[in-house]
């Protein structure tokens, strides 16, 4: 259960080497935080951040997870949330894509948007479904700011984001009244292994303030958390700029 404090003492991660991630689950650890389940493909990668949690004092295990095979998801979740309650799903795992080479490789495309909105789907609704079960815990979906508005710069990523999110937004709602707590994050440019190379946005932020702003955000209850705040409102006013103007900007 999560303690008096809206923290939790269990966790699974879907995207386990995700640095996003494993700075979130390496601030919970700190906190309450006593098991964790890294979900994500076999990897060396995987297996060091299973270890340097471990390092912290968690019981930490890890689970093969792939985002792109649904029809595994029920059986692997499954296996999981039978180990015991989990108090909090952080659904983590995305790809960025090539923008350039996906408009021309349609199929990479498709890759990119059934990681990040396909798999996520499936996934979150085995792990809502077995939450709500149990009667209590927190789904955080990692989201993006990129969801928002489509750009011309990462539209096929952003639409998968926009996906994401409104379909997060729309689990919440059906949870709401059954002790299952959705937050959707939605973080502006973070400065990872993923984003190496690109130019960095105005309010750029890093998996650290990510993490903590998912802290804040689950002792508060939250249902979105944007990272930095301030994004909020700048997102809101790039909603309502013309699409004329909007294809102008340097996005």
Do not use: C
């Not at 890294?38 to 990897?43: D, F, I, V």
């Not at 790809?95 to 909105?117: C, F, I, K, M």
């Not at 958390?225 to 309502?240: E, K, Q």
């Amino acid at each position: 259960m999560k303690d008096a404090f809206g923290l939790p003492q269990s966790l699974l991660v879907l995207g386990g080497t995700s640095e996003i991630a494993l700075a979130t689950a390496r601030r919970l650890v700190a906190r309450r935080t006593r098991t964790v389940w890294l979900a994500g493909r076999p990897s060396s990668a995987l297996e060091q951040s299973a270890a340097d949690l471990r390092a912290q004092g968690a019981d930490v295990r890890t689970v093969a997870f792939d985002a792109l095979a649904p029809e595994s998801h029920e059986t692997v979740l499954g296996k999981v949330f039978a180990e015991g309650d989990i108090d909090m799903v952080l659904l983590a795992f995305g790809v960025l894509g090539d923008q350039a080479h996906d408009e021309r490789e349609p199929l990479d495309a498709v890759r990119v948007a059934q990681t990040n909105y396909t798999g996520a789907v499936s996934a979150g609704l085995v792990s809502a479904r077995a939450l709500q079960a149990q009667g209590h815990g927190s789904l955080v979906v990692l989201s993006s700011v990129a969801g928002e508005r489509a750009r011309r710069s990462n539209f096929i990523y952003g639409s998968s984001k926009a996906g994401l999110d409104a379909f997060a937004q729309g689990l919440g709602d059906a949870l709401h009244g059954t002790g299952v707590h959705v937050m959707v994050v939605r973080p502006g440019f973070v400065r990872t292994k993923m984003t190496a190379g690109l130019p960095e946005a105005p309010l750029a932020t890093t998996p650290e303030e990510v993490a903590t702003a998912v802290e804040l955000g689950l002792r508060r209850r939250s249902e979105t958390v944007w990272v930095p705040g301030v994004l909020r409102w700048v997102m809101s006013a790039l909603r309502h700029v013309p699409r004329e103007a909007f294809r102008r900007l340097p996005l």
